[in-house]
């Protein structure tokens, strides 16, 4: 009960599980920067009737106190006490028609300006976000640059290690991906709206590029992609090394796995997504080289400066 | 198509860019993005023209509409189910879509809805707006409730109604059209910053000219409102109802015109009472709240807002049920 009283930064996590990743990243960068405990806010997942995603950092080793989809954390009593206050209002007032659906979350009712950040409106990077934030912080946005949680890199790398089950055969395909030079060539897809600002997909150019700038710098490379559109993949890029694709998983709650892969990979070809992003950063090769798109991404500052940006 | 975004923009070079980038980074992609030009002459178009998006569509209108006469142009040329409205200087949170599209479409009884508020640009604050259907509509007496940046509505209802924004109540305009939806519809907010509301000093309705302008146009739909409880307002009964008016900055001497405003109040809930047009319990409370907030603003809370009238009335009510029961037990 008392702990909603407490010092805590809130992040609120929505989107896919790339943005997911960014979210957790500066919520965790702000609460070891002043010290005080994570709350994460889920609530957004509640009733996502268009696109299904769920919540997947459970399936991560994060560090979070309290995962809020309840207006009121780790107190049953309160949150029965709630909903049959709000049954016995519905009864006594048929025309009773509040907002019922969502928990009122204390923490929004309690913002107020100096401690309600969105992620800037054009989701630039803003330098000064971190050092200004109080110790009582609402956060709701992208962040999507590395720029926030650098100096908690290697935190990040322990807290993102997965817990849930990887299957024998992802885990031997991983070993064998590792034991070539293996080059991960991203390619995103968007059935919905291919045309979008920022979800555009790249030109076989693109990737033509970025593989023959790989190939200079490394020996015997051994391609693969990761895409859902084979026919695509197929028809485009072309290569004298070899080449394997990989189709990734269509289920949300399976993303983890491809993202197992993805990071077992030594040298990277990425989309701009967030999702192939993470699993670039969270390679622990330590001379990976990374080719990224310049555009297409939802922040100013996107790519770590050792990243090629082509 | 789901849900058709229109920003209306006159001369808006500055702030429409990030206005534009808010709601192609909502993390809802399924909509159509109507940017409505009126006749700008400064590099609007070409700031617009700068997205490569096929969802963004641009209309230029041949001449100056003005607010009201642009944002009816974005009701004609929409296709989605719902409409969203975004100002070329506000700008919307990256799930304002989503949240707002599904409490829409697992609530079916609620026609329009927005959110809270946070302004910037000048003083930061975050505006609380109310989330009680029966409670926004009685409000509605008094003033808006809802920020035009923040609502999305259902379609359905401006079409089979055939409502539009009405040219003769400019500043005003959005206040009447949600007024009118408030009759077809549950209304709300959902309870959470889903909007930013840019505040600077150049905007319309800060100039005491204008201010005044809007105020005589809002009047226009609250005398409207006060009809429909049968009520027709004197010269000084629209005299005390504006300065009953939240944020009306109208100098008020409250303890010289406290008499006044009780007996107006009174009359409004008694009026009320007849015709049933709100319902009772949260009528009184929008009638207390600005009651309460009056005598804030004017640093006496106590002594008055616990002596409303009309609660006078119920306690009466209580005292004399008890009275029949008491007989009746005595009797029996």
């Known amino acids: 009960m008392l702990k909603i009283f407490q010092n805590k930064v809130v992040i609120k996590i929505a989107g896919g599980l790339g943005n997911q990743l960014f979210q957790y990243a500066m919520g965790r960068a702000i609460s070891i920067e002043k010290n005080i405990p994570l709350w994460l806010d889920i609530s957004f997942f509640k009733n996502d009737s268009y696109y299904h995603r769920i919540y997947l950092l459970n399936q991560f080793h994060i560090k979070a106190e309290v995962v809020l989809i309840e207006a009121y954390p780790n107190n049953k009593y309160l949150n029965q006490f709630m909903k049959l206050k709000k049954k016995i209002d519905r009864y006594r007032d048929k025309k009773h028609r509040m907002f019922l659906d969502e928990p009122d979350f204390l923490d929004d009712s309690k913002a107020s300006m100096e401690n309600y950040f969105a992620g800037g409106p054009c989701h630039r990077f803003d330098a000064s976000l971190v050092s200004d934030i109080s110790s009582n912080v609402v956060l709701s946005g992208y962040w999507q640059s590395e720029k926030y949680f650098k100096p908690i890199r290697n935190i990040l790398f322990e807290d993102l290690t997965i817990t849930a089950n990887i299957p024998e055969n992802i885990q031997t395909f991983g070993s064998y991906i590792q034991s070539v030079n293996s080059v991960c060539i991203g390619i995103r897809q968007y059935s919905d709206f291919a045309a979008s600002a920022n979800h555009f997909k790249l030109t076989a150019e693109y990737y033509e590029k970025a593989m023959k700038l790989i190939s200079s710098k490394i020996e015997n490379p051994h391609f693969f992609i990761f895409t859902l559109e084979r026919q695509w993949a197929e028809e485009n890029i072309k290569s004298d090394f070899p080449i394997t694709l990989v189709t990734p998983n269509r289920l949300n709650e399976d993303a983890y796995l491809d993202l197992y892969l993805i990071s077992h990979c030594k040298h990277f070809i990425i989309a701009n997504s967030t999702y192939h992003w993470w699993g670039a950063y969270l390679s622990k090769n330590k001379e990976k080289i990374v080719i990224a798109p310049k555009q297409g991404w939802g922040n100013s500052e996107p790519l770590p400066h050792e990243w090629i940006k082509i | ?332």
Not at chain 2, 257 to 262: C, K, S, T
Not at chain 2, 286 to 300: G, V, W
């Open chain 2, 1 to 332: 198509m789901l849900v058709s975004v229109i920003i209306p923009v006159y001369n808006g070079e500055k702030y429409i860019g990030e206005a534009i980038e808010s709601i192609l980074n909502q993390t809802f992609r399924d909509f159509e993005l109507l940017i409505i030009n009126d006749c700008s002459t400064d590099k609007t178009v070409s700031v617009v023209n700068k997205y490569k998006d096929t969802r963004i569509k641009l209309i230029n209108n041949d001449k100056n509409l003005g607010l009201a006469g642009v944002r009816n142009v974005g009701i004609d040329n929409a296709q989605g189910k719902y409409i969203a409205w975004l100002d070329s200087d506000d700008i919307s949170l990256h799930t304002r879509l989503e949240k707002q599209i599904n409490f829409l479409e697992n609530n079916p009884s609620f026609g329009l809805c927005g959110t809270w508020v946070k302004t910037i640009g000048g003083t930061q604050q975050v505006w609380k707006c109310l989330t009680h259907s029966e409670l926004i509509k009685s409000t509605m007496l008094f003033n808006n409730c809802f920020a035009t940046s923040s609502v999305m509505l259902k379609k359905e209802i401006l079409t089979k109604n055939r409502y539009l924004f009405d040219l003769d109540y400019p500043t005003a305009e959005d206040y009447d059209l949600w007024e009118k939806i408030s009759h077809h519809c549950e209304v709300t907010n959902i309870p959470e910053v889903l909007t930013y509301y840019r505040v600077h000093t150049l905007q319309t309705t800060f100039s005491e000219e204008a201010r005044k302008k809007q105020r005589e146009f809002a009047w226009n739909v609250q005398k409207r409102i006060l009809q429909s409880l049968n009520i027709f307002p004197n010269e000084k009964e629209k005299e005390i109802h504006l300065k009953i008016v939240p944020q009306s900055n109208l100098e008020c001497d409250i303890h010289e015109e406290m008499p006044y405003i009780y007996e107006w109040l009174e009359k409004l809930y008694f009026k009320n009472g007849e015709c049933k047009q709100f319902t009772d319990r949260e009528f009184k409370k929008s009638l207390d709240n600005n009651l309460y907030s009056l005598c804030s603003a004017s640093k006496m809370v106590l002594p008055y807002c616990h002596r409303s009238p009309y609660r006078v009335i119920d306690v009466r009510f209580i005292y004399r049920l008890i009275k029949l029961i008491a007989k009746s037990l005595v009797k029996s």
